[in-house]
């Protein structure tokens, strides 16, 4: 994030004309307007006005694929009022035009079994049965994102044959890749659709295929996918069965919004909330998404209360211990969630590998040392020279600043252990951020610091 | 991220096996390894070697292409390196091979400027001159990602001949897109490859091509780019000059990566660190890179302690209220970071609008209302039962309560603020997950805390 978005502002600007073209019922600069406009804005257009004046927009859109690129464009939060309101009828038209892996993930948000199978059987079945094949994959797989339509041709083909199929592949809506399989369906190699253009159009396939395709099996998470596509620097992606045949492809504007959700997905899930809360219009949804992991929370707070409350007779004789439990426990906190974000980021980006747990963390703990070293000595100055002329000044400040040193330590310890013990375990190292860990290293923080504190001053 | 990563273990496997053959000195075996393996893996590889290992596999890499692929796909850390040993003959030979906004990218991070020239001057005139270009652009903006080589034509051109024209463009690697420009390289239209090979060969482009070119300006920053090539599904994106001539292209791959380095700088700066610290292998630098962020986060915590200082009385009196500040404390930066982290993702992927302020801010504001009743409630009636038989213990309970619900609500108001303010004013949001935020809302909270609690008690 680096300056203000001016695309935001043309579409802020956009929606503020066509809301008042609603208004004034003006249907022929509407229709001029919408027309010129790219499917992508005016999904964002939508989502800026009320139900009332998103339908009638909607409505006007000129066909059944235009509003099928709207549909596919917008949120799903926004998208789910359409999904109540149009018919059966108008929706099968809708779905019929989209892109069978947009298809099969839009129906899966209509909540009501009836209206949702209504809408299959009304589709043509030809396309019906492909989306309910890719529903029968689990939620973020390759198989559930992935596009039955591509171009499959024998190595045996010329390539000038190959052009000629795909003047003919026109569902194909983003050809980059011709590939090439066996009697089986089975893949053997790939060309690029600029190889395939670029030879004398007598050039037999096999001759100038690439046998070293790099595939993903139908199960597989969507990551895996999105990380293969990035390091290999694919267009797309073969998607095979357990048997190696092709059975669709993931192209790579699919993959970067796979990337987007997942890291958004990654920061949310460490504060504990979900992407749904960024577009979810009540409160009331935010409010249950967020319980959880603030009670995991607010019990750790009190049992750290607890441990407090054990050393009320030293609080008793020194009320400036109390003081410095917010400075001791949140720089503990705050080390310990630069180390765990770290590494959750290095573990989600493929730099960090967890068989180097521990040089890493040795490395995040060698940290914490230096950085509670230098913040403890400050802390036991100021401490120290805040309580200047009290007695035990210095032994104060020696307290504090050990509290402080023992609670980054330890923070920096775990925050970085956590989330490769959780990878490891086949986890999420990503809930690492969460309240178990911070609440962990805040109680046993606090333990610490008030255990050095009660020894060197009682 | 959900599962264990079986690639990461495929190249941990490989990593192995090649350190075995380069101690065995097995150069055939080793040969055929480095033939069969794609340079991505290959620079994975090279990163898990020991530096003189990895010198070793690195000068047996076939060719000076295949060098400059492993040189481009390696981490910034684990190249340096390289850039540092290998002789400036040998970089120059590598750096034209590479493509030039690759090329750029990697000579940039040369910091000795004597070495660097030496570089630019032995590379051919032509490279040189391109990637001196690029280097004029400042650093993360369109221009300097872009690639300088496109295939563009005048619009009277037939579609047999466009083809045959890309045929000659051996240099330019990834090709979906073929531009048309009028006399003065002024961008008019764009026609896709797959559109092109599907029409008869005499159609002139002009009666093709789409005029609607969604394009970038070359200063422009490249999430911009990033952001503007996932909401059309692009493959590739023009980038022009201030009279719209078309200079370059930015390709999807590189947009992927953008994509992947921007999100990784969001988190990671949203908890005061950068991510130089995932690869950067000592310690000292990392400790460099926190020192400044946990500063402000220190100096934070010794004004709260002066704070509670001020209310030494109330705790003397009362010692239970000190063992309560984690948890209102503690609380209070939950929800905050819960509400700066979705606006902040909200705004970094535009489906949260900077002029919604006030519907947003009150949204969350309402959310830590009734979350800060609900563990306010909860932690009066803890507060009141654990201190139960002790005199004042209801208004104990009602003290940590309100103290909880007001450290709350200030936090979700605070944190869904700060971004969007930051945002207006043309900063950085992220920087609102930091310090200056979070030990804010730390004093505040603590300042409710006790004055809520002196108010009821004393």
């Known amino acids: 994030m680096q ?57 006007m859109l000129p066909t059944p694929e235009v509003a099928a690129d709207v549909l596919s464009e917008m949120e799903e939060s926004a998208r789910a009022n359409f999904l109540e309101t149009l018919s059966p009828e108008r929706l099968s038209t809708i779905f019929q035009e989209m892109s069978t892996d947009d298809a099969a993930q839009i129906l899966e948000e209509i909540e009501d079994e009836e209206r949702k199978n209504q809408i299959l059987e009304m589709m043509k079945e030809e396309d019906s049965d492909i989306v309910e094949e890719l529903l029968s994959y689990g939620e973020n797989t390759a198989g559930r994102i992935m596009n039955p339509d591509f171009v499959a041709l024998p190595k045996a083909t010329e390539a000038g044959d190959a052009i000629r199929e795909l003047r003919k592949a026109s569902e194909t809506e983003m050809v980059f890749y011709v590939y090439v399989t066996n009697e089986d369906r089975r893949l053997d190699g790939v060309i690029s659709l600029r190889d395939l253009v670029t030879v004398p159009p007598e050039t037999i396939l096999q001759d100038i295929m690439n046998t070293e395709v790099v595939s993903v099996e139908a199960h597989e998470d969507q990551e895996e996918v999105a990380r293969l596509v990035a390091r290999y620097n694919l267009l797309a992606i073969p998607v095979v069965d357990a048997e190696r045949r092709l059975i669709g492809i993931v192209t790579v504007d699919d993959v970067v919004d796979v990337m987007r959700d997942e890291a958004t997905e990654d920061i949310l899930k460490m504060v504990g909330t979900t992407e749904e809360e960024i577009t979810a219009a009540s409160p009331l949804r935010s409010i249950r998404i967020r319980l959880p992991w603030l009670f995991v929370a607010w019990f750790g707070g009190v049992v750290a209360s607890r441990v407090i409350q054990h050393f009320h007779e030293a609080i008793g004789q020194v009320t400036a211990l109390a003081a410095f439990i917010p400075v001791v426990v949140g720089m503990g906190g705050n080390i310990g969630i630069q180390s765990a974000s770290i590494t959750v980021r290095g573990l989600a980006t493929n730099r960090l590998e967890s068989h180097h747990i521990l040089s890493h963390v040795a490395k995040e703990t060698i940290i914490g040392l230096f950085l509670g070293l230098l913040y403890g ?82």
């Open 377 to 458: 000595v400050l802390l036991g100055v100021a401490g120290a020279l805040l309580s200047w002329g009290e007695p035990d000044a210095v032994q104060f400040g020696v307290a504090v600043g050990l509290g402080m040193l023992s609670s980054m330590l330890l923070a920096s310890f775990l925050g970085s252990f956590m989330p490769l013990f959780l990878h490891r375990l086949g986890l999420d190292p990503a809930i690492a951020g969460g309240p178990f860990v911070t609440t962990t290293i805040d109680i046993l923080g606090v333990a610490a610091y008030f255990l050095i504190a009660t020894a060197i001053l009682l």
């Open 3 to 59: 300056r203000i978005d001016t695309g935001t502002r043309r579409i802020a600007i956009l929606t503020d004309t066509i809301r008042r073209l609603i208004h004034r019922h003006a249907t022929v600069n509407l229709v001029k307007i919408i027309k010129k406009t790219h499917a992508a804005d005016l999904a964002n257009v939508i989502q800026g006005l009320n139900e009332n004046d998103a339908l009638i927009l909607f409505e």
